[in-house]
């Protein structure tokens, strides 16, 4: 009895274990996972050049309602509203890019690969793609079995930059992740619902953004006239290049980005106003000024987005289908 005594006092006073995420985490469990995931990320980006800025978007939001943990995959059900199904969700994409990895890994090691980290991946993957780097990615997540539309607050295009700071810090990334992470948008589309008040209305002035370059104002109005852009239905409105120094894919990550905001030529009210701060105009122009080391500085803040509420060890679950939680029975 007294030696039991001891084990339960040493127990109860032992250090919590904390299994954290690792680089090469299924080299054992599954060691072709991800090359699988870059193979079938391949296919989908020689099909559609903007693939990479659709998995990008999808791990953001992801990420940022209750962590990496793959709930922005959830189907609705009949009991429940999905974060998928939310307003600014609406116009996500890539979800069959994440189904065909998820296929093609459950044919090699069934229910070990989970969707979170499938998703992480293909972002990762993307973003090599799209010409940043093939960052050493830490794997391990485990799969949420919680997903629902009420608890989906992203920040919006229209958020003050103080505003979007405060959003970000609330996940635990700061002002240089914000910058840097928003360097994304120099890659891919936007539709024409979220500039529409900067051409229009601005702070509901009924005039223009003064901000905006005159030249690219006029482009920006042949492209998004007031009368094609349907509040009710964002997803049918047109789209744009949020870049618009892209007249055509292939979509590349660098610099251009930053060039367009400090000239006034960025489309999103956020990303200009990055232009009208001290610290995010000088990360901007060195950035400019360096282009290796905006490409450094995404790939760790992409890292540290990759590790924001994830669940590991016996938490959560590695899900069959990323559309579905596992059956109970």
Do not use: W
Not at 41 to 56: I, R
Not at 159 to 187: M, Y
Request: aromatic content about 6%; glycine content about 6%; hydrophobic content about 45%.
């Amino acid at each position: 009895m007294a030696a039991l005594s001891l084990v339960l006092l040493l127990l109860a006073h032992a250090p919590t274990i904390v299994v954290s995420l690792q680089v090469h985490y299924y080299r054992n469990s599954c060691p072709r996972a991800e090359i699988i995931v870059k193979q079938v990320v391949q296919k989908h980006f020689l099909q559609d050049p903007s693939v990479p800025a659709g998995l990008l978007r999808l791990h953001f939001h992801d990420c940022f309602v209750r962590g990496c943990d793959a709930s922005v995959l959830l189907d609705s059900t009949a009991d429940n509203v999905a974060e998928k199904t939310a307003a600014p969700n609406l116009t996500l994409r890539t979800f069959d890019v994440i189904d065909d990895a998820k296929a093609e890994l459950e044919k090699v090691c069934s229910r070990v690969v989970s969707c979170a980290d499938v998703l992480a991946l293909a972002a990762r993957d993307g973003v090599a793609l799209s010409g940043g780097a093939a960052y050493a990615l830490p794997t391990g997540r485990r799969d949420g079995a919680v997903s629902m539309a009420s608890d989906v607050r992203l920040p919006s295009p229209y958020f003050s930059i103080q505003a979007a700071e405060a959003a970000f810090r609330n996940i635990s990334l700061d002002l240089v992740d914000l910058t840097t992470l928003l360097g994304a948008h120099g890659v891919g589309f936007c539709h024409c619902g979220f500039v529409i008040d900067r051409l229009y209305n601005f702070q509901a002035t009924g005039l223009s953004d003064p901000r905006i370059d005159p030249a690219m104002l006029a482009t920006l109005k042949q492209q998004c006239p007031p009368e094609v852009v349907l509040p009710s239905n964002i997803t049918k409105d047109p789209k744009i290049f949020l870049n618009q120094a892209t007249t055509s894919p292939p979509f590349v990550l660098d610099t251009s980005f930053y060039h367009s905001l400090l000239n006034g030529k960025a489309v999103l009210q956020l990303d200009q106003d990055l232009a009208f701060t001290d610290v995010t105009s000088r990360l901007a122009a060195r950035f400019v000024s360096n282009p290796k080391r905006f490409i450094h500085q995404f790939s760790k803040s992409m890292i540290k987005l990759g590790s924001v509420g994830v669940l590991t060890g016996g938490e959560g679950e590695i899900r069959l289908n990323c559309r579905k939680v596992n059956s109970k029975t």
